[in-house]
């Protein structure tokens, strides 16, 4: 048995240094490497690679705000930051960095039904993971983990994040990675856009806001104010849309709803996000609103 | 419990634990571990359950006893009699209750006559398809008289209960197991660290292989409407690999585990894709059931010593009903057809022994004929999975009458994550299958730095699949 238990001893032991390696490798690699997600582009961004906007959303803002054609008629410069699945829990992270990082003095922000998202941690709150050592960020996550030490635990336990969430932040991604092929948004300025239509028109959508302010937005608000940075709050589009926004109107600051303001179901792929049709419209009216009647203060622009 | 689970990662240390330091001492006190700690296993998955299989036990413990003491053969035929209808009973109620209303509705439909029945939202309980049958098994060799019946319910628990074993097999016999929880055992550091291997080469088949290659299978068979000819026969290609790995590698984990307490449970796997003709991958396949099968119901019903038809019959017979036993969908039953189509004309050209060694016998390589037989066998097999994984038999057919419309494009796949590392992944697979077909499994040998199995633990971490936590596929049945 003393034999077994040695063997055993000396098989974990270096199942725990392999999994140290490990761990810093990936971790460096991420850092370091081409970016395979939002977040490591994020993490990535330097000074220099200053922006005179940037939107932050869900799938929302990421099938809905084409970068792109704005950056044609007005040759400003912006990024859309739109992550599906997003709650406000992971707006923050992404604006903290991008204000951190001095990337820009503009900053939208598409809010709806996500008001009630107090508490994330799902699906895309997991590439955020290989920054959980970065003290801003963990502190982040400390606060949306108050009843269970789940996150403690992928930062305590060496690789164990990437093991876990391996389809997202490991091997496959780091080979994507250091073969150089950058996510496809990139080049679109993290626009994807959509070609489905609508199938039922006569679905429609509502939802009911908590009268309860979000906390994390509170902490956004409170960063860009002390940061001076301009920022936006504004609801995307939704097709037929029967519930109201009073709770957004009353609560944000510089709020726009855009919610009911393409009524034509050919523009929609689905009840809440718009087809390729529907992103050229409503870019155009985005733009039209924000960047072309705003001057915009650029002082982190080189 | 998963094997693949956190969980049982700390439960097994636990149990090797309380079993090697606490109740080492009194062979009771271990036996009682064993099935306090398998209710504890099966239970953590759905605790209500665990009636079924102690009113399964108790059954069959007491039938089990009367069956030596009456020597009335119509009693004791009753008796047996009453421990299949209880078993079968249970497994149906909860397996294909559901498939035979539909199919009298349907059936009765089609004639003009309308029946109101709704069917029963019934969960099936894991592993009910494995236990019933090695408790049936335990009954009929007590029967047969090949077997003395226990006295010792516990040791009898701890038969019909054994964790490792429970849910997904290899389904014992009695005769194998049972007399096992009589003899102390004794911890060999040998067989223990043999036991390790096992169950990390069982884990690398599982979540590097299998849970890979789930993702390509699933995406082309769940939407196969929009993919070509090529894809689709990679699809059912993956599917053959992940169905192996999966319940291979769940057989491996639980073979490995069993060694860890000191039993030898059979092989239930004998590398089935290397094999040369259809006859040899039976022999090769899920080796336990195949057994089972023979040994109660094939043999029972004349084998091969009858008349030609009566083999025939036999024949179908037994791979409709190993078909069936997967599952109450006429897909499993195709499937079990298929393979009795493609059996037969070896069975009556008296050809089905013919492979009966191991292949390429100390070479490293097959030869052109050896190739030859194994990729024919291999097409075969692919061919009768697509039935297996479809969800019905329109699916199937019209899967496979997308592939008949050759095209030679691989369309990009639309699983965000995954590339092409999978065609690496199964030639690795087969790289280290084909090296180890001597053992009965590929680590079962390592220096004394264990030097490979430190290698198959780095592929775990770095390839495995933790995030998609799947269950094993065999849970199902």
Redesign the interface.
């Known amino acids: 048995?003393n034999?077994?238990l040695k063997?055993?001893a000396?098989?974990s032991i270096?199942?725990i240094v392999?999994?140290i390696l490990?761990d810093k490798t990936y971790t460096y690699i991420h850092y370091n490497s081409t970016a395979r997600n939002i977040p490591d582009y994020i993490m990535n961004l330097k000074e220099k690679d200053s922006l005179d906007y940037a939107v932050f959303g869900s799938s929302r803002v990421l099938h809905n705000i084409d970068i792109n054609l704005i950056e044609q008629e007005t040759t400003k410069k912006g990024f859309n930051f739109g992550i599906p699945g997003s709650s406000v829990f992971e707006i923050k992270l992404s604006v903290q960095q991008i204000i951190k990082r001095k990337i820009t003095k503009n900053i939208y922000i598409q809010i709806d039904y996500i008001w009630n998202e107090f508490y994330s941690g799902g699906e895309c709150t997991v590439d955020w993971l290989t920054y959980i050592n970065e003290n801003d960020i963990w502190n982040e996550f400390q606060k949306i983990d108050n009843n269970n030490d789940k996150y403690y635990l992928y930062k305590k336990t060496p690789?164990l994040r990437y093991?876990?969430?391996?389809?997202?932040l490991?091997?496959?991604?780091l080979?994507?990675s250091l073969s150089g092929r950058e996510m496809n948004v990139i080049n679109s300025k993290g626009f994807v856009p959509l070609f489905g239509e609508l199938k039922n028109n006569e679905d429609s959508m509502t939802y009911i806001l908590k009268d309860e302010f979000n906390p994390h937005l509170k902490d956004i608000i409170e960063l860009c104010e002390k940061e001076n940075i301009n920022l936006y709050f504004f609801t995307s589009p939704i097709y037929n849309f029967k519930g109201n926004n009073k709770v957004l109107k009353n609560s944000l600051p510089n709020y726009k709803d855009f919610s009911n303001i393409i009524p034509s179901s050919k523009y929609y792929q689905d009840n809440t996000h718009l087809n390729n049709k529907g992103s050229n419209y409503f870019t155009k009216l985005f733009m039209n609103e924000y960047l072309k009647a705003r001057t915009h203060n650029t002082a982190y622009k080189k | 419990m998963l094997f693949n689970s956190i969980d049982f990662a700390i439960f097994l240390p636990i149990i090797f634990i309380l079993y090697?330091f606490i109740t080492n001492k009194n062979l009771k006190s271990q036996n009682l571990l064993i099935v306090l700690s398998s209710y504890i296993f099966y239970g953590w998955w759905d605790w209500r359950f665990l009636s079924l299989i102690l009113l399964s036990t108790v059954i069959d413990y007491l039938i089990g006893i009367n069956l030596s003491k009456q020597e009335s053969q119509t009693k004791r035929k009753i008796l047996l009699w009453t421990s299949i209808l209880v078993n079968l009973g249970f497994l149906g109620f909860f397996k294909y209750y559901n498939f035979f209303l539909d199919n009298f509705i349907t059936a009765f439909s089609f004639f003009g006559t309308n029946i109101n029945a709704n069917s029963l939202n019934i969960i099936l309980p894991v592993g009910i398809s494995f236990y019933t049958f090695q408790t049936l098994s335990y009954t009929i060799d007590v029967y047969k008289r090949k077997l003395e019946p226990t006295k010792d319910f516990i040791a009898f628990s701890a038969f019909v209960s054994f964790f490792p074993q429970l849910v997904a097999g290899p389904i014992e016999r009695a005769t194998n197991l049972l007399p096992q929880f009589y003899t102390k055992r004794s911890?060999d550091?040998k067989n223990?660290?043999i036991g390790?291997r096992q169950i990390v080469w069982g884990l690398f088949k599982k979540v590097v292989i299998a849970d890979t290659c789930a993702q390509y299978a699933n995406e082309i068979f769940n939407t196969y409407e929009i993919y070509s000819s090529t894809t689709l026969i990679i699809g059912a290609v993956c599917f053959t690999f992940q169905i192996y790995c999966d319940f291979s590698g769940y057989s491996d984990i639980a073979i490995g585990t069993s060694r860890l307490f000191g039993f030898k449970l059979m092989k239930n796997f004998n590398y089935p894709y290397f094999s040369r003709d259809i006859a040899e991958f039976w022999r090769r396949w899920h080796i336990s059931l195949s057994t089972w099968f023979r040994d109660y119901l094939y043999i029972p019903l004349g084998g091969s010593k009858v008349e030609k038809y009566k083999v025939i019959r036999n024949v179908f017979i037994i791979f409709i009903v190993s078909g069936f036993w997967h599952g109450a969908n006429w897909t499993f039953i195709a499937w079990g057809t298929l393979n009795a189509l493609y059996f037969l004309p070896s069975m009556l050209n008296n050809k089905n022994r013919r492979h009966l060694n191991i292949i390429a016998e100390n070479k490293n390589t097959p030869s052109l004929k050896e190739l030859f037989f194994m990729a024919k066998t291999f097409i075969l097999v692919v061919f009768a999975w697509i039935f297996f994984r479809a969800e019905n038999i329109q699916t199937a057919i019209a899967y496979i009458k997308k592939i008949f419309v050759f095209s030679l494009e691989i369309e990009r796949l639309r699983i965000e994550?995954?590339?092409i590392?999978i065609f690496p992944l199964i030639l690795l697979l087969i790289i280290i299958e084909w090296f180890g077909r001597h053992q009965e499994f590929p680590l079962l040998k390592d220096n004394k730095y264990?030097f490979k199995?430190?290698l198959i633990?780095?592929f775990i971490?770095?390839?495995?699949?933790?995030?998609?936590m799947n269950d094993f596929i065999y849970f199902q049945f």
Do not use: H, P
């Not at chain 1, 490991?170 to 991604?173: I, K, M, P, Q």
């Open positions: 048995m034999k077994f063997n055993i000396i098989l270096i199942i392999m999994s490990l690789f093991c876990k969430y391996g389809s997202k490991g091997f496959r991604e080979i994507m | 090697w911890f550091n223990a660290m390790i994550r995954y590339s590392e264990q199995t430190i633990i780095f971490l770095v390839l495995g699949n933790f995030s998609d």
